[in-house]
């Protein structure tokens, strides 16, 4: 069963286009949408998840119709949006088996097995009884995903899960996402290239509504292999080589900027050639359509 | 830095548009109220101007108090939070400014805003008034200072004292909702106070509890006349300065805690976080071993309706762990209990704490419930996007009417919960005082039924609000302006009930005929609104807000999609509901019965008047004699009247036409028949007004016969007003239902500001004194002088059907049972027609002479509480009036129980009528006044005063009926009763006259001139009579009242007047008396009688008091216009000791002369004085009663 974007459109009442003609593939497995903050991965991930209403196009998950059948997609949907908030004074055991109940699972001693399932598999099983105002940022965003997977989803939607979360927060959570059935399509959105990297089979970048790139990560580095440059620079010189390069990304070495330049040839003296990893694919699709130029 | 924190705030303040919307609403609202007729804010009516200074200040205080306290909860209580809310508070925090330059830079600045909106009132209330639309006659010329007078007296102090309060909820608690539960605390604290205002014994607690100064207000000027609401401001002073400084006091410590307790420091937070954030850090191993179940999903209506109550039942839970619910809840029972203290207190008396009594108690619950509904239904529509959780939610699935139904269910748990709450506190109200008759069906029917489907039909409404508007607040405004739309809608014209949403009509509960004929309204009434709520609620659904996406058009777009067969079906069935409901509901009250609304029936009173008062003074036959059959069918409340009037031609003209006015009951069909032939000359249709014209006209001297049919026919049921004369169980209706001749100047209008709106010049409330026509009629009709009377009755079996006169024979025929009733001497034109279930107490009288009088309570089963006291005011009236008046004339006197839709009592031939509110209720203690007792006796005064001595239809003649019943009446009391329950009756008269003048709309009277003025004819009546009988004694009184009796009583020739009376006082009152006459029944004469220094010192074997007094004697006119006059009159001067259980005792009370303002008097008491003064009963006028008298200290040697 694959999710298939066609031909997707949506311009806002403001005029920000946020789609522009999308048309995407995402089967089976954890597939990564990555692009910068307001790219419109949001847009996509709530229209996919039928909260949102396009001006053009189709998504079918399997035969199901996104846009027409909300209902029964919505039964096989599991969704994390990218912020949100929890009730103060209740409980996580409590409020997880509230949704449970909404997401049909009616039957209460499936729903208290499910509920304790989740529970222990995000490891908030110890604070389960703790309000969830008392949460900290990494053990809300667990208890969004505990919600997410409720009813085993066939399609999980994860919008930008690692946003604000600390390094061990960031792993822990990763781990759990990793861990998603092999049968069930999986949308991560982010503009962390890293969580990509860990996780995704699948992946394509996106900018201001468009997708760049498709793919999976490894043909997206092969793409790119030897085209990537990078150079120890003075601090004084970086306006100069965004002028005179396609600088893709700066960085900072003991205080010191390195460039990564994007070029199919050597781009002068003191660059040196460097295996691409998929950050420089995404800063390369992002900044780099200027290659061409030079 | 204070000043650029000031600037800081009021610069944000100053771009804000909530500043300027809140500017409007305080403009105009005041402007609307002053310019405009169709809404009133206040007082302003009859003689009292429109910008009087009274009235402004009172309507100064309602604003700042009603709007005020919201908005001032909304600018003061947000700064502190603003900052952080917006996380800016760290950066304060961080800048070298102190807690003292932040919290003062914030509060001013802010203060300064609020005192920007608030001065809207006075530009919106100046302005309206100076409106050139303004009727001028409702207005002084215009005078900038009372407006700014009152502004800063009482306006500015109130803002002063909400902001500091709300400045440090909001400070210390960073929490909205705590403001706005501040806010439901200050306003529990006026209502308590404004209950216990009326409370004579705590009124100056209560002045200066009440934080808005609204009730101490009306406290210090209840005695104000209309002349001085119309001169004065109120000045800042005694209590209401007090008042002031009390509360500024408080709002100043309030900002004080502030300062001390704020928390200048941004670390604590984050540290709190930290510590969180540390508890779990090391992974479990089995997390990744744990395999999530397989579960079923199920799907269908049978789980949306789980999830639906599942939803309720989490939201219920979540409401009631709400601060703010729990204030608002804690605060609604706390004012009803507080309002227990005096609920349903007539004269200090309680009523018993019957069901109904409590459950209209627990109507003060409304107020919160309005409140708990517009917050609720907008939290609730708005829960999942306020705490961030709605696209969780939307992506769950169910369908959208599991969200708004679960959410509408969690309302109805609260409300079920709420309602058993006060439920059950009301019924800890009735086990407090003993009461034990709970009628728990009774509370159930009323709470279940009437109430929730109140609560239930507007949260519906406040549901569709929020999810059209789409946003929290504007849903609030929408409903609060929804509320105020409905007054202005019933102001144009729109008030039948069909357009009053929510407005079902049950009526009051009455033990004797329940909820009665208010049953199917109610029921037809619900049903049309529950279909137009399902209308409502399928609207809510197309619109209500689901996914990221929530402009208005866009909902438009997906309501489409939305608009599935299950939902349009409901939807049509609604509307057929509606519809069909609607339509029943039509049929009833407009087509088998006649509906208009109050300015189409004000039209058609001034029409009648218009058309038909040039008959006004046309001579018409007499009746004198009179036969009726009545069939009473209660089950129908329906009767039919065949009755026979013998007419007599009394005057010297011949009269050709007869004109007939028959009841404008809409209910009543009347056909007559003339013992001669008659036709009809004319035809007023609209008025039921009918011209015959004799063939044979009626000679001075001739007489004729007249058969009329009447029947009353209730027809389905009314939009309003219904009929509460012809019941179920507890009929009572009097003859003013039968055919009546000539103009009825009873339907003209009445209200002079009524009647300017209909172009009809003033009018005078009665005839003058000397009106020749008017001294030939009586008080009730000028339809007969007196009449024979003989009236056969019929009804179901198991009532009781009762009219005045003697019965003469009681049976059953065809399943029906009659009582026919005769009366052997002729009656005033005035008999009550009474049927109901009826339990019987019995007794008798015995005359001097041995014989004997039977005397019947007919009274509701199980209302027999107060039946001794009743038989003891008739026994022991009888037996006063006898001795000191003269025989009674009847040889029965019964009561009749009637439903309490109608409070009074009324006195008819040897036949009392009397409501189930007036005396069969009451829990009356052993110092209570014995109400009771005193309503019978007033009534069996009426025996004489009315059915012996009958008034002229002129100025004063309540004088004569009222007020001498009130003296008789007094008489009895005093001579059952100790002087302490006099003295405390008196009290309450006092009071009742001095606060009834206070709201005159026309003229004040004395009393001689009396119009239908209760507060005059009763009320002044009752102390002025006392003080005179207390003056000339009560033998000269009486012996006054025997020789009127002698003079006048049984006569229909000529009828007495207040002139007659005063003849017959003045020749027992001694010479040195005789102003007595002229300032109690001739003028207004009040009296400023003051206690100013009393001391004492021992002399002898007893102790000399020394006492200064002042006495300042006025005369008022009809306005209120206060002059004085030289006073010199004999006064009172008293000095009391204490008795062994420390209750006051009179050592001393003497008439002296008193012919100038300050005296002084040494009075010897043989016992240690503790208090003295002048007037000390206070059996004079007196505005200030309590400055009368005063402690009496040692006198300190020098």
Redesign the interface.
């Known amino acids: 069963m694959d999710l298939q974007i066609s031909n997707l459109s949506k311009t806002y009442p403001n005029g920000v286009q946020a789609s522009k003609n999308v048309n995407l593939t995402i089967p089976v497995g954890m597939f990564g949408l990555l692009g910068p903050n307001g790219a419109g991965k949001s847009t996509l991930m709530r229209t996919i998840a039928t909260l949102q209403e396009p001006d053009e196009g189709t998504i079918m998950l399997g035969d199901l119709n996104v846009l027409t059948q909300k209902h029964e997609v919505r039964k096989v949907l599991g969704y994390l949006p990218q912020e949100f908030g929890v009730y103060p004074k209740v409980s996580a055991a409590v409020l997880l088996d509230h949704l449970a109940v909404l997401k049909g699972i009616t039957n209460s001693s499936e729903r208290k097995e499910i509920v304790e399932a989740l529970l222990i598999k995000t490891n908030l099983w110890e604070d389960r009884k703790k309000n969830l105002g008392g949460y900290s940022g990494g053990m809300k965003q667990r208890f969004g995903i505990a919600q997410a997977l409720l009813a085993s989803p066939k399609l999980i939607i994860v919008d930008e899960p690692t946003a604000g979360l600390d390094p061990a927060e960031r792993n822990r959570f990763l781990n759990l996402l990793s861990e998603l059935g092999e049968n069930t399509i999986v949308i991560l959105s982010t503009h962390i290239v890293e969580d990509v990297k860990e996780l995704c089979t699948n992946m394509a970048v996106i900018n201001k509504g468009e997708v760049l790139l498709t793919g999976t990560p490894s043909e997206a580095l092969e793409n790119i292999k030897g085209k990537i440059w990078r150079k120890q620079i003075l601090k004084d010189q970086i306006e100069q080589f965004k002028n005179t390069h396609n600088v893709i990304s700066e960085r900072r070495s003991a205080g010191k900027p390195i460039i990564h330049v994007f070029s199919d040839l050597q781009p002068g003296e003191g660059f040196t050639a460097v295996e691409p990893d998929l950050e420089d694919v995404y800063f390369s699709e992002i900044f780099g359509k200027k290659a061409t130029v030079v | 830095m204070t000043w650029e924190i000031f600037k800081f705030e009021l610069k944000y303040r100053w771009k804000r548009p909530a500043t300027y919307i809140y500017f409007a609403i305080m403009f105009l609202l005041p402007f609307l109220a002053a310019a405009w007729d169709q809404l009133t804010i206040g007082g302003a009516a009859g003689q009292i101007k429109e910008n009087a200074p009274h009235n402004i200040s009172f309507m100064m205080l309602i604003v700042t108090a009603i709007p005020g306290l919201l908005l001032a909860a909304g600018i003061m209580g947000t700064p502190i939070i603003r900052d952080y809310e917006h996380k800016t508070s760290s950066l304060f925090f961080t800048t070298p400014i102190t807690k003292y330059q932040y919290l003062t830079g914030r509060f001013l600045g802010s203060f300064v805003t609020a005192l920007f909106v608030f001065s809207g009132i006075v530009f919106g209330m100046a302005l309206g008034h100076l409106s050139p639309w303004v009727d001028p006659d409702k207005l002084l010329p215009f005078s900038l200072w009372n407006y700014l007078h009152p502004f800063f007296a009482i306006a500015l102090p109130n803002l002063f004292i909400m902001s500091g309060i709300f400045f440090m909820g909001g400070a210390l608690s960073k929490k909205m909702l705590v403001v706005f539960t501040q806010g439901v605390g200050v306003l529990v604290l006026y209502i308590i106070s404004s209950q216990f205002i009326s409370d004579l014994d705590n009124q100056t607690t209560a002045a200066l509890m009440d934080p808005f100064a609204l009730g101490t207000h009306d406290f210090v000027t209840q005695y104000w006349t209309v002349a001085e609401k119309n001169s004065q401001v109120v000045p800042l002073e005694g209590l209401l300065l007090s008042n002031r400084l009390l509360w500024m006091a408080v709002s100043l410590l309030a900002l004080i805690a502030t300062y001390f307790f704020f928390d200048f420091s941004a670390s604590k937070k984050s540290k709190k976080?930290k510590a969180?954030?540390k508890?779990?850090?090391d992974?479990?191993r089995?997390?990744?071993s744990?395999?999530?179940?397989?579960?079923?999903?199920?799907?269908g209506l049978a789980?949306n309706i789980?999830?639906m109550f599942?939803?309720s039942w989490?939201y219920f839970k979540?409401i009631f762990?709400q601060v703010p619910f729990i204030a608002i809840l804690t605060a609604g029972i706390l004012i009803m209990l507080s309002n227990a203290q005096n609920w349903g207190k007539v004269y200090g008396i309680f009523r018993l704490p019957t069901t109904y009594s409590m459950l209209e108690l627990i109507q003060t619950f409304n107020l919160f419930f309005i409140i708990i509904i517009v917050m609720y239904t907008g939290e609730l529509i708005w829960k999942e996007r306020d705490?961030?959780?709605n696209?969780?939610?939307?992506?769950?699935?169910?369908?959208n009417f599991?969200t708004l139904a679960g959410k509408f269910f969690a309302m109805i748990y609260m409300f079920i919960a709420l309602l058993s709450i006060l439920m059950l506190t009301a019924i800890g109200v009735q086990v407090m005082s003993g009461y034990t008759d709970f009628q728990i069906g009774l509370y159930i029917k009323t709470l279940f039924s009437d109430t929730l489907s109140f609560l239930l039909l507007f949260t519906f409404l406040g549901f569709l609000f929020q999810s059209l508007t789409n946003h929290k607040f504007v849903g609030h405004a929408v409903f609060v302006l929804f509320f105020i739309s409905t007054l202005i809608f019933g102001q144009l014209g729109i008030e039948h009930r069909m357009f009053q949403f929510g407005s079902t009509g049950l009526g009051s509960f009455s033990d004797m005929n329940g909820y009665g004929h208010y049953l199917p309204t109610f029921s037809w009434f619900n049903v049309y609104w529950f279909g137009f709520a399902g209308v409502l609620f399928a609207i809510a659904l197309l619109f209500s807000t689901?996914?990221?996406?929530t402009?208005f058009m866009?909902r438009l777009?997906?309501s489409r999609l939305r608009l599935t067969k299950p939902l349009l079906t409901f939807t049509l069935f609604s509307i057929m509901v509606f519809a069909g409901s609607g339509c029943y509901i039509f049929y009833n009250t407009n087509i088998k019965n006649e509906y208009t609304n109050s300015k189409e029936t004000e039209k058609s009173q001034a029409d009648y008047e218009r058309t038909l008062k040039k008959y006004q003074d046309i001579v018409q036959p007499k009746i004198t004699d009179v036969y009726l059959e009545v069939d009473i069918y209660p089950r129908e409340r329906d009767f039919e009247a065949r009755g026979t009037y013998q007419l007599k031609n009394k005057s010297d003209e011949t009269i050709s036409q007869i004109h007939l006015q028959y009841s404008s009951d809409k209910n009543v069909t009347n056909t007559v028949e003339f013992g001669t032939d008659a036709t009809i000359k004319e035809a007023f249709d609209k008025f039921k007004y009918y011209i015959y014209e004799l063939k044979k006209p009626l000679a001075p001297g001739d007489s004729l016969q007249m058969d009329f049919v009447t029947k009353f026919d209730t027809k389905g049921f009314v939009e309003s007003g219904s009929n509460t004369e012809i019941l179920n169980n507890g009929t009572f209706f009097n003859n003013f239902y039968f055919p009546t001749f000539g103009y009825n100047d009873g339907i003209e209008l009445g209200d002079d500001d009524t009647r300017k709106e209909q172009d009809l010049p003033e009018k005078e409330r009665q005839r003058e004194r000397t009106d020749p026509i008017g001294l030939a009629q009586n008080l009730i009709t000028d339809d007969s002088d007196r009449l024979n009377l003989e009236v056969i009755l019929s009804t179901t079996p198991g009532q009781i059907a009762i009219a005045p006169g003697y019965l003469q024979k009681e049976w059953e025929e065809e399943g029906r049972k009659y009582f026919h009733y005769k009366m052997d001497e002729p009656i005033l034109g005035f008999y009550s027609i009474v049927s109901a279930e009826y339990e019987i107490a019995k007794d008798t009288w015995t005359r001097e002479n041995g014989e004997k009088v039977n005397l019947e309570i007919y009274y509701h089963k199980g209302h027999d509480l107060n039946l001794d006291r009743m038989m003891k005011g008739m026994k022991n009236s009888l037996s006063y009036f006898s001795k000191n008046f003269s025989p009674y004339q009847y040889r029965q006197l019964r009561i009749m129980e009637f439903p309490r839709y109608r409070s009074f009592a009324q006195s008819f031939p040897n036949t009392v009528p009397f409501s189930e509110d007036m005396g069969f209720i009451l829990d009356i203690g052993d110092d209570d006044i014995d109400f009771p007792f005193y309503v019978t006796a007033h009534e069996v005064g009426h025996q004489w005063w009315a059915h012996q001595v009958t008034e002229a239809n002129v100025k004063g003649n309540a004088m004569l009926s009222e007020t001498m019943a009130q003296y008789s009446a007094l008489m009895v009391m005093k001579e059952t009763y100790p002087t302490e329950m006099m003295q405390k009756f008196l009290k309450f008269e006092m009071n009742s006259y001095l606060r009834g003048r206070s709201r005159e709309q026309k003229k004040e009277q004395p009393l001689e001139l009396v119009e239908r003025q209760g507060y005059i004819h009763y009320r002044k009546g009752a102390v002025v009579m006392y003080a005179l009988q207390d003056y000339i004694s009560e033998d000269s009184v009486n012996v006054a009242l025997q020789r009127c009796i002698k003079d006048w009583a049984y006569r229909d020739d000529q009828y007495i007047t207040s002139a007659d009376l005063l003849g017959y006082f003045r020749d027992v009152t001694p010479d040195t008396l005789q102003y007595l006459i002229k300032d109690m029944f001739e003028t207004i004469t009040l009296f400023e009688n003051r206690a100013k220094e009393a001391t004492y010192s021992e002399s002898g074997d007893g102790y000399l008091v020394d006492l200064d007094i002042s006495s300042i004697k006025y005369r008022a006119d009809s306005l209120g216009n206060e002059t004085p006059i030289q006073v010199n009159d004999w006064i009172d001067i008293g000095v009391y000791g204490e008795d062994e259980d420390g209750k006051d005792k009179i050592l001393y009370l003497q008439k002296h002369k008193i012919n100038e303002e300050n005296m002084n008097f040494k009075i010897k008491v043989k016992e240690k004085p503790t208090k003295a003064g002048i007037d000390p009963i206070n059996k004079l006028i007196d505005r200030n009663p309590d400055d009368n008298r005063m402690k009496v200290s040692l006198k300190e040697d020098f």
């Open positions: 976080q969180e954030a508890t779990n850090d992974p479990i089995i997390a990744s744990t395999i999530i179940p397989e579960v079923t999903q199920h799907d789980t789980k999830q599942g939803m989490f979540w762990k705490v961030k959780m696209l969780i939610y939307d992506a769950l699935p169910y369908p599991v689901r996914g990221a996406e402009g866009m777009r997906k």
